[in-house]
Antibody
C-alpha cells in the first residue's frame, strides 16, 4: 500500500524552528517528486514547496522562501521540511504529497498531516 | 486571494446535480496546464478526485466528472449523496509563478 506518514509537528514560539518528516512506503520513493502543502485552521490548501526526485529542482512559495528548506533522503525513503523563523501565520496542518508526474502533475497520495502551531 | 477562483459554497438535495467552477487565467488554466480536483472530507486529508482535467482514479464513482474549457474548469457531481458533503479544491500550475502549483480557495458542498 502506498503510504505517507508525517511527523514532527508541535507547538513552537514565534521565531523558533521545527523539522517535519514524511516517511514514504509502498512505492519507489526515489522516482517521484514530492511536495509539502499546508492548511491553516479553517482555511484552504496552500502549496509550500516541492523537490524533484534527485533533489535537482527545488521550489518554494514566496511566503516561505528564505525561511523553509525542503530536502529528501532517498536511501531512507524520507522527505523533510526544515522550518526556521516561524511566524504565527505558519500555523497549519502540513501535508506531504507525492507528485504523480514530473510535469503538470497531481498530488496523490497525501499523508494524514501534522499540526504546527506557532504561538507564544 | 487564490490564483484559482472557486465559489465558497454550493448546495444541493440528494439525487441532484451540482457543479463547482474553477476560474483561472491565461497564465495557468488558459496556458494549457491541466486541472486536478481533490475532495476533503471533514477532519481528513485531501484525496485525489479527478486528474488531468477529466480522469477518475480507480475507486472514484462515475458520479464525479471534470471538464476544462479556456481559462476555466468544472467539477460535476450527479446523483448527490450525503457522503459527498465535503470541501472540494481545484489545482493547477501557473507560468507567472515559474510553474509552481496553485490551488483554488476551496468550495464547501452542503447536501441539503
Amino acid at each position: 500500500e502506498v503510504q505517507l506518514v508525517e511527523s514532527g509537528g508541535g507547538l513552537v514560539k514565534p521565531g523558533g524552528s521545527l523539522r517535519l518528516s514524511c516517511a514514504a512506503s509502498g512505492f519507489t520513493f526515489s522516482s517521484y517528486s514530492m511536495n509539502w502543502v499546508r492548511q491553516a485552521p479553517g482555511k484552504g490548501l496552500e502549496w509550500v514547496s516541492s523537490i524533484s526526485s534527485s533533489s535537482s529542482y527545488i521550489y518554494y512559495a514566496d511566503s516561505v522562501k528564505g525561511r523553509f528548506t525542503i530536502s529528501r533522503d532517498n536511501a531512507k525513503n524520507s522527505l523533510y521540511l526544515q522550518m526556521n523563523s516561524l511566524r504565527a501565520e505558519d500555523t497549519a496542518v502540513y501535508y506531504c504529497a507525492r507528485d504523480a508526474t514530473s510535469y503538470n502533475g497531481w498530488f496523490d497520495p497525501w499523508g494524514q498531516g501534522t499540526l504546527v502551531t506557532v504561538s507564544s | 486571494q487564490s490564483v484559482l477562483t472557486q465559489p465558497p459554497s454550493v448546495s444541493g438535495a440528494p439525487g441532484q446535480r451540482v457543479t463547482i467552477s474553477c476560474t483561472g487565467s491565461s497564465s495557468n488554466i488558459g496556458a494549457g496546464y491541466d486541472v486536478h480536483w481533490y475532495q476533503q472530507l471533514p477532519g481528513t486529508a485531501p484525496k485525489l478526485l479527478i486528474y488531468g482535467n477529466s480522469n477518475r482514479p480507480s475507486g472514484v464513482p462515475d458520479r464525479f466528472s471534470g471538464s476544462k474549457s479556456g481559462t476555466s474548469a468544472s467539477l460535476a457531481i450527479t446523483g448527490l449523496q450525503a457522503e459527498d458533503e465535503a470541501d472540494y479544491y481545484c489545482q493547477s500550475y501557473d507560468s507567472s509563478l515559474s510553474g509552481r502549483a496553485v490551488f483554488g480557495g476551496g468550495t464547501k458542498l452542503t447536501v441539503l
